[in-house]
């Protein structure tokens, strides 16, 4: 289950392979605040994209709610089951209750924190999956996957119980995401959707009594690394686990792609027992690629101790990706490409990726350059250039170069 904020990286999560997509609309979800959020009137378009390619569906409605917010998640739970979407994601008794009463499936968010079989029977009566806390190891999570089966745990929908985990993304850490740190310091609540990341911040520790500095190896010492599972996702499926949840709504789309597509060719190597320590090596190179705040080994799952932390701020990816112009123009019959390049230059051998609405992301390597019909090694900013591309592109869709990140800024 891939994580869509965009059109952009809705089509870029199809394209990479994901099954599923999850989305927000407006208010009334986990990434409210975040720039990347759909309007109610994208959500017929989004269903309609991702039907096309037989990829399901869902809405977050994530958020704790309060009396005055039960109308609008009405009207967006009525808006999805209009729409056909194929399940609400919730965290609200509220939500899930009138999910139920109209006939629209809901899953159990993350925000519940079930951690125990009990849990899951009990919310069983109300949906036929459930987003497990993140903080389980794989044997916890196994051992609730044994008596679903054991004692065959049928959800409302009359299947058996489906076991969803986050596997890869941001950790926050909270308990399963439920924190108020950024609401007592800028009466921001995360649980409605508006966290402000106080936890990525680096502190000083001082004794009060004495003045002293308590010093700190780490100074992110709240800013936990983020969770992978490219390295044991055989032991990961063996859980008992269903849908492998990545987490990034507010990512890019090339952040969306470059995911799915590594952990989709990994599970197809572990499907076809081509699941080798010299191919992980390289999912974890792709990985790296795109923004993370350190991959983990394992984080809660294999029962480490918790203490995984970043040791700088913001992403430490090897590769970032750096504006340069737009597609003007697009030849089908050739495979060209009109760029005006609005922010710099462009050299024949730089690596550069597409992205847009319909586009979704495109990668490639500038394998020569026209400018009025000749062949250059070098364009100007605000001159008007051809390229060869791999894939259809579009109109306004936007052009970037992707260099090779300087860890130590």
Sequence with gaps: MAPAGSFESLQAAIKAGADSVYFGVTQLNMRARASANFSISDMKEIVKISKESNVLTYLVVNTLLYDHDINIAKKLVDAAKENKVDAIIAF?????????????????????????????????????????????????????????????????????????????GALCVAQSGRCWMSLYSQNSSANRGACLQDCRHAYKVIDQENGKELI??????????????????????????????????????????????????????????????????????????????KLSHGNFFLGKEVGEYSDVYGSKATEEKIFKGKITHFYPKIMVAEITLEAGDLKVGENYSITGNKTGVVFGKVKGIKLDEKDIEKAEKKEIISIKVSEKVRLNDKFYTIVKSDLKK
Excluded: W
């Excluded at 100074?219 to 599972?229: E, G, K, L, R």
């Excluded at 499926?237 to 492998?244: C, H, T």
């Excluded at 952040?255 to 390289?282: F, P, Q, R, S």
């Design 92 to 168: 609200d008794f509220a939500v899930l209750n009138y999910c139920n009463e109209i006939g629209i499936p809901v899953h159990a968010s993350i925000q519940f924190s079930v951690s125990n079989y009990d849990a899951v029977k009990f919310f069983a009566k109300m949906t036929n999956r459930i987003v497990l806390a993140r903080e389980l190891t794989l044997d916890q999570i196994n051992a609730i996957y044994k008596k679903i089966i054991e004692e065959n745990l049928y959800g409302n929908e009359g299947r058996l119980m489906e076991i969803e985990v986050f596997g890869h």
């Design 216 to 293: 700190i190896d780490n100074q992110y010492i709240m800013s936990a690394a983020d969770i992978c599972t490219i390295d044991f996702l055989d032991k990961f499926i063996d859980a008992g686990i269903s849908v492998l949840k990545i987490e990034g709504r507010g990512r890019s789309p090339e952040y969306v792609y470059t995911i799915v597509k590594t952990y989709k060719k990994a599970l197809e190597d572990v499907e076809n027992g081509n699941y080798t320590k010299e191919k992980i090596d390289e999912y974890f190179k792709d990985l790296e690629k795109v923004f993370n705040r």
